[in-house]
Structures are given as structure tokens and as C-alpha cells.
């Protein structure tokens, strides 16, 4: 790799990449090129060596046990809820639940929060770009309660029409929820600006950060969202990791998620009461040794420049959509002035999931499908795209590959 490559924009690609063992296997005789972060992001070799060290170390159930590996356990886990704090700018570490990922976290909100105040007649209101994550969890509440699901629409380029949100908005808006990053077509959502309106209204925000934490830095008072929901998979933790930020005055007024051990302060057979944040919220043993690798993955991405990172990941995407936009028979969905490194296309007459398997020959891992946002595939009229997405651990010569492959798909299939 030269030079020039190698340090575009003043960041090391090549030093990154040797913090990554698994990309540095071959697919099909070929260097892997790995175009696929936005569904799972790969684990530096700290992640990993934290997560061995507990389990050869430290393994013991958490907050049950007075004896010494438990106390270690425990540390490590309650260091890692410090981590994430201080990484969100939560205010206190008792707003950072831990759950298993994104969908549990929506789920966790949907039962605590959604139960006790969401009441017939009431609205939520999701996105049209929503994952499903954050649609049918909605859908299955308003079904119960006898609520009703309002949409706020998006335009051709895949941005939200956020002059649409203040005429949605009704008495009955209970919550509004949206995403930060879009996984099928990259859109930065303007958080902050739809925080401040559903506010003025007295409407609280969930935002669905699956996809933003791993790419933006996230500071939830900032933001002023009500709920801030992170999979760790997606920033280069391990999967089973998670997280719930909620404002400590909503946590302390939902109910509990899940029933069980570690989240009740008394328990009789007429009774129970719960324990205080954040174990309200924590039912059962946890993933310990995940969450731990969380917290490794914040330090991780606390240790490099995340600027530089963000302009270096911009740069990519920028370089790809020039690269592939030039390609005749390739369609962009998605489009936004602002956008995460994402990049979903089609080509003419050619099935998405073909022009997986032919990118798989080649080494290239992307995705193929609807990207669990059905509604999107029915919004540009398409059953499928192709994505790639990228992390700053990728290469402008990984891209000039994809570009290739694609003129390969159109060459096969002529
Ligand atoms: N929301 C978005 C935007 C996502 O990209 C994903 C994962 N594809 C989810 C929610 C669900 O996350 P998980 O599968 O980790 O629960």
C-alpha cells in the first residue's frame, strides 16, 4: 500500500488495520474486504484479549457474591456502566441500563414506558425510515393499548420532512421515535432539532442508535434525547452487549421490564418491590463478559482520533459514491445531504442478493436484503438493495474492489 493510501487524511489505515486479526484472513483465495460494519463491526484483538481475561480470570456471577472473584466481576462490570457513561455524557451512571442489545433496549422502553403511559387513543410516532426494531415493537404496543402508530414521511433522497413533525404532533403524541444513523440509507437524522420540537409540545424522543454511536460522538444531554438506545456489536464490542439511556426521572417512573433476580428490593408471595436504578431494569445475570468487552471497545475508540475517524469514514463514503454513481445501471437509494457510511444501490436488472454471491467470490463481504426496513423497500419501490457500509478500518483500494465487482455483476449478467 502506499504511502499516500495508507495515511489519507492523516490517518493510519494500515496501523488500524492491524488492531483488527480478523481482517487479515483471505475469502475465497481473496483478501477479505469487509463491507459489512453496519450489521456487525469487527472486534479489535484489546476487545478480545479483555473478554478472555475475564473469562480466565474473573468469571463469577456479579453483585450476589461477597467472595473475590465475584467483587472482581462486579468492578469490571460497573467499570464498563462508567465507561459508557462517560461516553454518552450521561449524567449519572444509574440512566445506563444494560441490555443485550438495540431490539431488547426498544423492547425494554416499549414495556416500561410504553405500558404504563401509552393508553387508548394515544399516538407514537416512528419514522418512514425506521429499522424494524423500532416499528413492530411499536405496532405490537399500539395493538394492545388500542394506540395508533403516526408516521412522519421522508423525501426521495431518503431525509425526513422534518416541516411534517409539529402538524403530527397531537394531544395524544405520547412518543416519538426515530433513528439517529439509517442502516439502509445512511441519513443522519437531525436529532437535536426533533428533540427540541416534540419538546416544545412536552413529548419525550427515543432515538435509536444502533447505528450513530459506532460513528458520531454521542452526547445524550446535548442531544436532549429522553432515550438513547446502543448495540455494542455495532461499535466493535462483542455481541450481547448493550445499553438503555433513559433521563433518570422516566427510568424512575416505568415499570420494569423483566421479572426476576437482581431487580427486586423484597419479595413475597403477595408482593414484590423493586431495586433502585439501574437494576430495576437488569433482570437475571447479564452478559457479563460482554459488556465488559464494551467498555474495552469504548477505550478502544477513546485511544485513536475520532475526528479524524469520522472525516476519514466521510471521506470514504464520499469516494465511493463518486465511484459508484458512475457506474451506468447503478441506482443510489439514499441520498441525504448528510449521511453515515453507508451505501445501498441496485443494479439494473440484477437481484441484490446475485450481487452478494458474486461479491462473496471476490472476497467482499457486503449485505443483501431489505435490511429489516421493509417500509423503506416499499417507499423507493424496490424489493432489495445491495449495501456496503464502512468503518474506518477500510481502504480506498477496498472500495476501488467493490467498484470492480460491481462492473463484474453487469458483465455476468448482460
Ligand atoms: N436499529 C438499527 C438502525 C439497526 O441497524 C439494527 C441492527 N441492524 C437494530 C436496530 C437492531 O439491533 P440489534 O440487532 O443489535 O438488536
Not at 94 to 102: D, L, P, S
Not at 266 to 272: G, L, Y
Not at 312 to 332: C, D, N
Amino acid at each position: 500500500m502506499s504511502t499516500a493510501a495508507k495515511e489519507l487524511n492523516g490517518w493510519d489505515v494500515e496501523k488500524i488495520r492491524n488492531d483488527f486479526p480478523v481482517l487479515r484472513q483471505t475469502v475465497n483465495g481473496k483478501p477479505l474486504v469487509y463491507l459489512d460494519s453496519a450489521a456487525s463491526a469487527q472486534v479489535p484483538q484489546v476487545v478480545i484479549d479483555r473478554g478472555s481475561r475475564y473469562l480466565q480470570d474473573e468469571h463469577s456471577n456479579i453483585h450476589r457474591g461477597v467472595h473475590y472473584l465475584s467483587q472482581k466481576a462486579t468492578t469490571a462490570f460497573e467499570g464498563a456502566r462508567e465507561k459508557v457513561k462517560r461516553f454518552i455524557n450521561a449524567r449519572e451512571s444509574r440512566e445506563c441500563i444494560f441490555v443485550r442489545g438495540c431490539t431488547e433496549g426498544i423492547n425494554l422502553v416499549t414495556h416500561g414506558y410504553g405500558r404504563k403511559f401509552v393508553g387508548a387513543g394515544d399516538e407514537i410516532i416512528i419514522s418512514a425510515m425506521e429499522h424494524h426494531a423500532n416499528i413492530v415493537p411499536w405496532q405490537m404496543l399500539a395493538e394492545e393499548k388500542g394506540a395508533k402508530i403516526r408516521v412522519l414521511p421522508m423525501d426521495e433522497r431518503g431525509e425526513l420532512q422534518l416541516d411534517q413533525l409539529e402538524v403530527l404532533i397531537t394531544s395524544r403524541t405520547k412518543l416519538i421515535c426515530v433513528m439517529h444513523v439509517s442502516n439502509s440509507l445512511g441519513t443522519i437524522n437531525p436529532i437535536k432539532e426533533i428533540c427540541h420540537i416534540a419538546h416544545k409540545q412536552g413529548v419525550p424522543v427515543l432515538v435509536d442508535g444502533a447505528q450513530g454511536a459506532a460513528h458520531l460522538s454521542i452526547d445524550v444531554q446535548d442531544l436532549d434525547c429522553d432515550f438513547y438506545i446502543i448495540s455494542g456489536h455495532k461499535m466493535y464490542a462483542p455481541t450481547g452487549s448493550g445499553v438503555v439511556y433513559g433521563k433518570a426521572e422516566w427510568l424512575e417512573e416505568m415499570n420494569p421490564f423483566m421479572g426476576g433476580g437482581d431487580m427486586i428490593k423484597t419479595v413475597t408471595f403477595e408482593k414484590s418491590t423493586y431495586a433502585a436504578l439501574p437494576n430495576k431494569f437488569e433482570a437475571g445475570t447479564p452478559a457479563i463478559s460482554s459488556q465488559i468487552g464494551l467498555g474495552a471497545a469504548i477505550d478502544y475508540l477513546n485511544s485513536i482520533d475520532r475526528e479524524k475517524a469520522e472525516r476519514y469514514e466521510a471521506e470514504l463514503l464520499a469516494y465511493a459514491t463518486a465511484k459508484l454513481s458512475a457506474i451506468e445501471g447503478v441506482r443510489l437509494i439514499g441520498t441525504a445531504r448528510e449521511k453515515a457510511s453507508v451505501i445501498s444501490f441496485t443494479v439494473e436488472g440484477v437481484h441484490p442478493h446475485d450481487i452478494g454471491t458474486i461479491f462473496d467470490n471476490e472476497g467482499i463481504a457486503i449485505r443483501a436484503g431489505h435490511h429489516c426496513a421493509q417500509p423503506v423497500m416499499q417507499f423507493f419501490k424496490i424489493p432489495a438493495t445491495a449495501r456496503a457500509s464502512f468503518a474506518f478500518y477500510n481502504t480506498k483500494e477496498e472500495v476501488d474492489k467493490l467498484a470492480d465487482a460491481v462492473q463484474k455483476v453487469i458483465e455476468v449478467f448482460a
